[in-house]
């Protein structure tokens, strides 16, 4: 019926004018003598700022940083992750924010495409998205200042992710946990790195690692003379594996599985079990949150005197079990 009554009216104004406009024209000018009436209403202003040049482009502006903060959301709740990666997924993550600044992302590259910019010459802009009308309200001149505000939004994001995470970045254990990736590692070929031998690599870090889990149960016995010799021939014997190109988490857990590597003479004893201790070090609090969200899914109002063991067992076949339980073999 509204769609209707508009119609009539587009019809009557038309029958008024004696030049032809547009439908968006005669839709314009509808709009314009009904403006006072509409003053106030909720819905009428909605529609002003969804229809507002600036509110558009800020749109689009906030779906394409949304991609990126998407992905480092993902990535730090994963897992998999595992500590010398999480500084390098926050550092991608700032860096395309920096890129942003100077080249548009997907959507405002859309955006620009679908924008058409007629310029009234009184000050402010209007024009057209996909032939609809859209007006830069309050004066905004779009053409001067879009990409200021643009540039002011990116800076405040990438300073608010460099306060939150740069502790994190800079924290001495994560840096000294990058020698354990062996990505990192300077291949056969390669003499020096920043002036360390390549027998030498990591040598530094090791100890640090060492010194900050020494006060774990499983590293009271650890060795630090006997893990440097270990370290020297871990590097050889991982730098001619071809899974070492794999990431961090499942690399080393193929690797951890393998028998030998774990026993004394020519196994590397005291190196896997400080290697264990950085792929427990937990990154951030989302999967103990997922398990109390597990939990709770199980042990409910309904099933409120469910045994701590009984609870323990379901979450274990929930977590661990395959997903398809026809795939299940108890």
Sequence with gaps: DDGNLILVKISKKKEREQKELSRHELCAQLVSDDTEQLSGVPEWELFLQLSDLRTMYLMHLVMDISEHLAVLSKCLQSDAIALPEAADIILVAIRNLENLKVSNGPSLREFHSRYHNSPDGTGSEFGTYLGNPMEALNGYNFSAEHELEKGVIL?????????????????????????????????????????????????????????????????????????????????????????????????????????????KGLGFPNMCTLIRAVLLTVVDTSCCERGFSLMNRIHTASRNKLKVKTVDRLMRIHLTGPKNMVDFDA
Excluded: C
């Excluded at 460099?162 to 003499?191: C, M, Q, Y």
């Excluded at 010194?211 to 893990?227: I, N």
């Excluded at 990431?247 to 030998?260: M, P, Q």
């Design 155 to 263: 800076d405040a994001i990438i300073h608010s992710l460099n306060e939150r995470f740069g502790p994190l970045i800079d924290h001495p254990i994560v840096k000294a946990s990058h020698v354990l990736d062996p990505t990192n590692w300077p291949d056969e070929a390669t003499v020096t790195k920043e002036g360390v031998h390549v027998d030498a690599y990591g040598n530094a870090e090791l100890a640090i690692l060492a010194d900050h889990f020494k006060y774990l149960k499983p590293l009271q016995t650890f060795d630090l003379d006997e893990a440097m010799e270990e370290w020297f021939r871990m590097k050889r014997r991982v730098q001619r594996m071809e899974k070492s190109k794999n990431s961090f988490n499942h690399f080393w857990t193929y690797f951890l599985g393998i028998k030998r590597h774990t026993q």
